[in-house]
């Protein structure tokens, strides 16, 4: 990568970012670029952060109704959805959404059902019918994980109607650690979520038997042909519990969505900022071996101007300067 002279904006400006709900990691990403965009600016410059409860659908919408300059969602493949009006953006599409690049970390969507029912597949579920308590996030229009969840179960022929006939119900919140207190509580049973690398996910293995559900092939296939979701490898023994590698749907990575009228100096700089200013950032993860960090570092300029969307101007001329894209 080329080395460029720390680009300036001899002007004040004023930006409004769209984080997460405020503690996360998205705030945080959104803090480094926005101080490092300040430094580069006039004086008298400012940025704000905005907080939002999922960091899926309702981060689009902000921004597509010029609420927010910049927001991040994730994760970062379905965001083309807006593009090309499909799941959340069916009757809402968005098809000029742009992007400055992406913040690269690696996650799944896993399901595990405590073990003491005995449940170790679909098959088990849809022989034994089980009273499952499933602890996830609600399908209320914005909400990522509510529609995939939603969608796989129907693909896998296990409704939430039939959930519901056999003695079930679903638990929903929001971020993570409400979501597994629920099955640490034992107001859930079962657990339908991302964010696995969290502490959250991890000491509730540690702590109470799970069995780690792969998906049936068939089901992703046809998530994937109708909305393209992707999907990528948790490897066996990520999770105690897990004894096989699992295909599940792939929840990496963090996209930052611009509007094609955001200003092209501004995105200049928050691209440079990205790729050259990752040491302030790095450093509130290093405490984490990367395997298990929320944020897949070192951060790796190759991976951040890679983007499910069009890449802005702005980004793009960076990216160019530098070397990275031709």
């Not at 799944?108 to 170790?120: E, F, M, P, T, W």
């Not at 992703?220 to 749907?249: C, F, K, M, R, S």
């Not at 930052?256 to 040491?279: Q, S």
């Not at 993860?285 to 570092?297: C, M």
Request: aromatic letters at 10%; proline letters at 7%.
């Amino acid at each position: 990568m080329k080395a460029i002279e720390p680009p300036r904006i001899d002007r004040q400006i004023e930006v409004h970012l769209m984080g997460d709900w405020g503690w996360a990691n998205l705030h945080r990403v959104c803090g480094w670029l926005g101080s490092q965009l300040i430094e580069q600016s006039g004086k008298g410059s400012k940025y704000a952060i905005w907080n939002t409860p999922y960091c899926a659908a309702e981060s689009v919408h902000s921004l597509a109704a010029g609420e927010v300059d910049m927001s991040m969602s994730t994760p970062a493949h379905m965001v083309k959805n807006a593009v090309d009006g499909k799941g959340l953006y069916e009757k809402t599409p968005y098809p000029d959404l742009m992007s400055l690049g992406t913040m690269p970390q690696t996650d799944s969507l896993l399901l595990a059902v405590d073990a003491s029912l005995g449940i170790r597949t679909f098959d088990d579920i849809r022989e034994k019918k089980p009273a499952l308590h499933i602890s996830t996030s609600p399908n209320d229009g914005v909400n990522n994980i509510g529609i995939v969840v939603e969608k796989l179960l129907e693909a896998a022929e296990i409704p939430k109607e039939k959930i519901l006939e056999w003695g079930g119900s679903f638990v929903l919140a929001g971020p993570p650690d409400q979501c597994i207190q629920a099955v640490r509580d034992g107001r859930a049973n079962t657990l339908f979520y991302e964010a696995i690398m969290t502490p959250y996910w991890r000491n509730l293995a540690k702590d109470k038997p799970l069995n780690f559900l792969r998906f049936d092939p068939e089901v992703l296939t046809h998530l994937n042909d109708t909305y393209d979701w992707q999907t990528n490898i948790v490897p066996a023994g990520y999770h105690v519990g897990q004894d096989q590698d699992i295909e599940a749907i792939d929840w990496s990575d963090w996209l930052m969505i611009v509007r094609p009228e955001f200003d092209e100096e501004i995105a200049y700089v928050l691209a440079w900022a990205g790729c050259t200013t990752m040491e302030i950032i790095e450093r509130q993860y290093r405490h984490l071996d990367p395997s298990i960090s929320p944020l897949t570092y070192p951060l790796d300029p190759e991976k951040i101007f890679q983007s499910p969307l069009p890449l802005h101007p702005g980004a793009a001329r960076y990216y160019r300067d530098a070397g990275l894209i031709d």
